[in-house]
T-cell receptor
Framework: GESVGLHLPTLSVQEGDNSIINCAYS??????FIWYKQESGKGPQFIID?????DKRQGQRVTVLLNKTVKHLSLQIAATQPGDSAVYFC?????????FGQGTELSVKP | DVKVTQSSRYLVKRTGEKVFLECVQD?????MFWYRQDPGLGLRLIYF???????EKGDIPEGYSVSREKKERFSLILESASTNQTSMYLC????????????FGPGTRLTVT
């Protein structure tokens, strides 16, 4: 089966800096990857996704990078803002079900 | 906007009680999911459903059951609540065409005493 892990449970960055959150997965056949953001007291919110036939995908201030060779993906947030403070989860598609990592809590210092 | 609503934000129940958690989505999604979220364990799938009257076990179904009588509603049932079922419960839905693009409700924090 699939397992998903995150490298750091917490990350603290200065406002305005770039943030990088990492995630590793185990199944090389995984075809779809998603990043979610969960703010305090709320359910996870879809941020961005990437298919396995892509290496990079950009959204608004966010970029997801996929390295299939080492089974690693990352979420980059540009010019991190206080509103970006949340827990970030990566998730991997497994036959229509999602396998989630444990989450990285991002704190933004003013 | 996709909206997934859950019947309660906070719930306190006693050991042995039967507990119903309700979830409703308004996007005509075929797929619905129930997860529990615990510190250090992330989100774990309890049950899911791809259609009305249909259900599939997730990774941790023991102690739970589900009901889907209407497309928009998915209920999670704890037949006899136990203290180890104290957790945050999250409902999600997705379209059949993009099952991995799941939309979550705000969660129900259940405490079993």
């Amino acid at each position: 089966g699939e397992s998903v892990g995150l490298h750091l449970p917490t990350l603290s960055v200065q406002e305005g800096d770039n943030s990088i959150i990492n995630c590793a997965y185990s199944n090389s056949a995984s075809d779809y990857f998603i990043w979610y953001k969960q703010e305090s007291g709320k359910g996870p919110q879809f941020i961005i996704d990437i298919r396995s036939n892509m290496d990079k995908r950009q959204g608004q201030r966010v970029t997801v990078l996929l390295n299939k060779t080492v089974k690693h993906l990352s979420l980059q947030i540009a010019a991190t803002q206080p509103g970006d403070s949340a827990v970030y989860f990566c998730a991997v598609n497994q036959g229509g079900k999602l396998i989630f990592g444990q989450g990285t809590e991002l704190s933004v210092k003013p | 906007d996709v909206k997934v609503t859950q019947s309660s934000r906070y719930l306190v129940k006693r050991t042995g009680e039967k507990v119903f958690l309700e979830c409703v989505q308004d996007m005509d999604h075929e797929n619905m999911f129930w997860y529990r979220q615990d510190p250090g364990l992330g989100l774990r799938l309890i049950y899911f459903s791809y259609d009305v009257k249909m259900k599939e076990k997730g990774d941790i179904p023991e102690g739970y059951s589900v009901s889907r009588e209407k497309k928009e509603r998915f209920s999670l049932i704890l037949e006899s609540a136990s203290t180890n079922q104290t957790s945050m419960y999250l409902c999600a839905s997705s379209a059949f065409s993009v099952p991995y693009e799941q939309y979550f409700g705000p969660g129900t924090r259940l405490t079993v005493t």
